[in-house]
């Protein structure tokens, strides 16, 4: 089977950087991705790694070590707009296992 | 032009009623999925279609019945609803199996089960 875990909320100050950390159990592994969800919203892909190291995506930034079975997703300058919640995917074998999610509240 | 479109948005019924939900991509995607959210907004997949046949289908209720006429299109049916498939429904798709790492969801179906 298929498990990950999350931390369940994170608190961060705008402008300052957050890190959402994710580790996972699955039957063989073809990729990581993140997905960001605001409230009433669909999910949104963000970033994904399939290797060993860290994918940049503008403000976000996400690594990967495999060796490790664990993951995160880097937020750098924090805007009040990335309040949301961040879902780290595994890709096994068969399918995509969701992790519980991290609802991030961005303060002033 | 919206990638995943679903429809209704919403959905509000009586227990034991029968209801489905439409999902349509316009992306030219080989696989679409079902999900299920629930209010602790954990995010379980139902069902996967690949190119109009089932590749995944997990522990579901048989009440759940999914239906691809086409690759674009992947509709939900629902039999006999109960309290507890009140959640918010979502479709998505993605490239094709191997590119199931990225996905593009709809808008969601908010289904209440009075």
């Known amino acids: 089977g298929q498990s990950l875990e999350q931390p369940s909320e994170v608190t961060a100050v705008e402008g300052a950087i957050v890190q959402i950390n994710c580790t996972y159990q699955t039957s063989g592994f073809y990729g990581l991705s993140w997905y960001q969800q605001h409230d009433g919203g669909a999910p949104t892909f963000l970033s994904y790694?399939?290797?060993?190291g860290l994918e940049e995506t503008g403000r976000f930034s996400s690594f990967l070590s495999r060796s490790d079975s664990y993951g995160y997703l880097l937020l750098q300058e924090l805007q009040m707009k990335d309040s949301a919640s961040y879902f780290c995917?595994?890709?096994?074998?068969?399918?995509?296992?969701f992790g519980t999610g991290t609802k991030l509240q961005v303060i002033p | 032009d919206t990638a995943v479109s679903q429809t209704p948005k919403y959905l509000v019924t009586q227990m034991g009623n029968d209801k489905s939900i439409k999902c349509e991509q316009n992306?030219?995607?080989?696989?679409m999925y079902w999900y299920k959210q629930d209010s602790k907004k954990f995010l379980k997949i139902m069902f996967s279609?690949?190119?109009?046949?089932?590749?995944i289908n997990e522990t579901v209720p048989n009440r759940f019945s999914p239906k691809s006429p086409d690759k674009a299109h992947l509709n939900l049916h629902i039999n006999s609803l109960e309290l507890g498939d009140s959640a918010v429904y979502f479709c998505a798709s993605s490239q094709d199996e191997a590119w199931g790492d990225i996905q593009y969801f709809g808008a969601g179906t908010r289904l209440s089960v009075l």
């Open positions: 279609y690949n190119n109009k046949e089932l590749i």
């Open positions: 790694n399939a290797l060993d």
């Open positions: 992306l030219g995607h080989d696989t």
């Open positions: 995917a595994v890709r096994g074998y068969q399918k995509v296992t």
